[in-house]
C-alpha cells in the first residue's frame, strides 16, 4: 500500500474526481468553443489538450485534501526532509 494509504472506498472516490474533473473540463471546454462560434485554430486545439488535465491534476489533489481522501500529514512533505 502506497504511502498515502486509505481505503477501497476512498481510493475509487480519487479516481472518480479525478476522471470528473478532466471530463468535465474538456466537455465545457468544448461546449464553450461550440457556442463561442470558434472556428478551427492550432491554439484552440492546444488548449483542448492542456487544459484538461491541467485542471485534473492539481484540482484532483487540492479537492481531495478539502474532501478529506488524503491523509494529512501528507500536506507537507518537505517539513520532513533534513
Known sequence: MGAEGG???VRAARVALAFGLYFGSA?????V???????????????????????????TVWLGLRLRLFRPGLTAPAAALP
Open 7 to 9: 481505503t477501497l472506498g
Open 33 to 59: 468553443s461550440v457556442k463561442g462560434g470558434f472556428g478551427p485554430s492550432i491554439w484552440l486545439d492546444l488548449l483542448r489538450g492542456a487544459l484538461p488535465i491541467s485542471v485534473c491534476l492539481p484540482g
Open 27 to 31: 466537455e465545457l471546454l468544448s461546449l
